[in-house]
């Protein structure tokens, strides 16, 4: 039987550039925060929390109720402290890995998602990449959460967590779908509209 992994799944921030928050905009007659939650969940996630702060309580109305919503206070300082919320919401878990994934990806397919879980161990960090481009989501370990959580900071997430290390594992999911964000509402027509 596959080791539990948790989907962590970062919908906290307001979209100044798209005009509101991402969370909230359907695509394909879904919100993304719903079409996430579901993607994570038909990937195997055993446990899905969603890190919620612009719009909380409409971000809420639209979470299934076996998922958990995990407030961050400071969102507003940017992704870091999301991705600290999350983490320091995860030590209860059983799960050996956690999937950290953004709300703004609509065309990061069940199936990219479940390649990397599939990947999961106590020590694992893995990201998925597009054509040879590292992108999200990535694993996380559990050995590693609260190093993580301890330099998230501001916008920069993980990254400066990742950068330089030599034990990250890209494993391609370009052949599954695109890792292009939506930024702008123009955007929803972008790269991946042809893989709904």
């Known amino acids: 039987m596959p080791e539990p992994v948790a989907g962590l799944l970062l919908a906290a921030g307001a979209g100044r550039r798209f005009g ?12 993304l925060v719903r079409r996430a939650v579901r ?11 969603v890190v919620v702060g612009a719009s ?6 639209l979470l299934p109720p ?7 206070v400071r969102w507003q300082d940017g ?6 919320a999350g983490l320091e919401s995860l030590p209860g878990d059983s799960a050996v890995a956690v999937l950290v994934h953004l709300v703004d990806l609509p065309w990061v397919p069940a199936a990219a998602l479940a390649r990397i879980v599939g990947e999961a161990s106590e020590d694992a960090v893995v990201r998925a990449a597009y054509q040879g481009v590292p992108g999200h ?33 890209l494993v391609e999911c370009g052949d599954l779908g695109s890792g292009s964000d939506v930024d702008r509402p123009g955007d929803l027509a972008g790269p991946g509209a042809e893989r709904r």
């Not at 992704?79 to 600290?84: A, F, H, I, N, T």
């Open 137 to 169: 989501p990535v694993l996380f370990g559990r050995r590693w959460w609260g190093e993580i959580a301890a330099t998230a900071q501001g916008d920069h997430g993980a990254r400066d967590w990742l950068r330089g290390r030599t034990d990250v594992r």
């Open 79 to 84: 992704m870091g402290e999301s991705l600290k």
């Open 39 to 49: 993607n994570l969940a038909e990937a195997g996630c055993a446990s899905v929390r």
């Open 66 to 72: 076996e998922v958990t919503p995990v407030p961050a």
């Open 20 to 31: 509101g928050p991402k969370a909230l905009v359907e695509y394909d007659g879904e919100p």
């Open 56 to 61: 909380a309580e409409q971000v809420r109305e």
